[in-house]
């Protein structure tokens, strides 16, 4: 871990840098808290934003290196870019091949139906970590201390009010990962 720690430290920004180390922290308590891998949890966590810090142009350049596949609103927003590239990285830099911990590092901007309790994990804990103060991050907490598909919820409910606030395009996947957390809760009612 050791590593990749170091090799992250010299691709990322100090700010971003702090902020996956704070996430990673983050992750370790949930996964002890829902029973699931510690090391893989760290290490989607740690990678989540390894592509964070490239310009829009470095981002491109890996898509087309690499034939990442990515939609027309990804190749337009460059806040959605570092997910594909990230765990394309994060497969190439750093050796990771786990279906899972890569999975979570390419759907924590967006989440997606149907996530593994892995990428459910990194997604709220990189909304909640310790270094966040935005609104809602408190109420955020206390949902993922009991239930992280009801925090998956919760998130996803104030994220995409707040981008359409912003007047920011939105992702279909977070409609879709809406609407399945929604109908899943229905469900467990």
């Known amino acids: 871990m050791d590593n990749v720690k170091k090799k992250l430290k010299k691709m990322l920004s ?26 893989k949890v760290e290490l989607a966590a740690l990678l989540h934003d390894c592509a964070k810090s490239m310009s829009y142009d470095e981002l491109v350049y890996n898509i087309e290196k690499y034939k990442i596949p990515v939609d027309k609103l990804e190749l337009r927003t460059v806040s959605l870019l570092h997910a594909p590239v990230g765990s394309k990285l994060a497969s190439v830099l750093f050796g990771i091949a786990d279906h ?51 925090a998956m919820l919760f998130i996803l409910k104030r994220k995409i009010p707040y981008l359409v606030k912003k007047e920011v395009l939105i992702h279909p996947r977070s409609v879709k990962a809406l609407n399945w957390f929604l109908k899943k809760e229905k469900r467990n009612d």
Do not use: W
Request: net charge positive; hydrophobic share 45%; charged share 25%.
């Open 100 to 150: 899972q911990i890569l999975s979570a590092i390419r759907y924590h901007t967006t989440a997606v139906p149907a996530m593994s309790a892995i990428a459910k994990i990194v997604y709220v804990a990189d909304f909640i970590e310790l270094a966040r103060g935005h609104k809602g991050v408190v109420d955020a907490r206390k949902a993922a201390e009991k239930n992280i598909d009801k």
């Open 14 to 39: 100090s700010q971003t840098y702090a902020h996956s180390l704070s996430t990673c922290e983050t992750v370790l308590d949930l996964a002890g808290r829902f029973g699931v891998s510690e090391k």
